[in-house]
């Protein structure tokens, strides 16, 4: 799984514009369309390229409250931890959740509509988990860099 300089160039290109056309990107590689392709789906089979998404308005769509939670578990058994993750997993607020070194074993991006919306989803979805020991909540004031794009 070796990536030359054209294969960059097209992961860069494809990072920018997740919908850019086969021929679109042929044109700016300098390079056949089939040949381009090829190398596009060898990317894919080989996981550089993991998927393509649309990215969404959080506030258009009503989710004005950004936040991070960080979760600190009583016990490190297995079926709490496993349990814990399968129960993160189901709940659609949590975009991203990392389990980290520190103080906490868990930091958890979640969005949501309003105060009500972290009350409810606080003390009535994460509280509750068995092992949960304790949370501290931060909530985004306002973004200063978000981005998904690496540093290719």
Do not use: W
Not at 109 to 133: I, S
């Amino acid at each position: 799984m070796i990536v030359d300089d054209l294969d960059r160039e097209i992961l860069a290109l494809i990072q920018e514009d997740g919908r850019i056309s086969n021929a679109e990107l042929s044109r700016r590689l300098n390079l056949s369309p089939p040949a381009t392709h090829a190398r596009v789906r060898r990317l894919e089979r080989e996981g550089f390229i993991e998927g393509y998404a649309g990215l969404l308005s959080r506030d258009k769509l009503g989710y004005d409250l950004l936040s991070f939670v960080l979760v600190g578990l009583s016990v490190h058994q297995y079926e709490h931890v496993y349990g814990f993750r399968e129960r993160v997993l189901a709940m659609p607020e949590v975009l991203e959740c990392y389990n980290i070194t520190g103080e906490y074993d868990y930091l958890l991006k979640v969005v949501l509509r309003n105060r009500e919306d972290l009350e409810r989803f606080v003390v009535g979805e994460l509280t509750p988990l068995p092992g949960v020991a304790r949370l501290l909540t931060s909530l985004v004031l306002s973004e200063v860099k978000s981005s998904i794009k690496l540093p290719i």
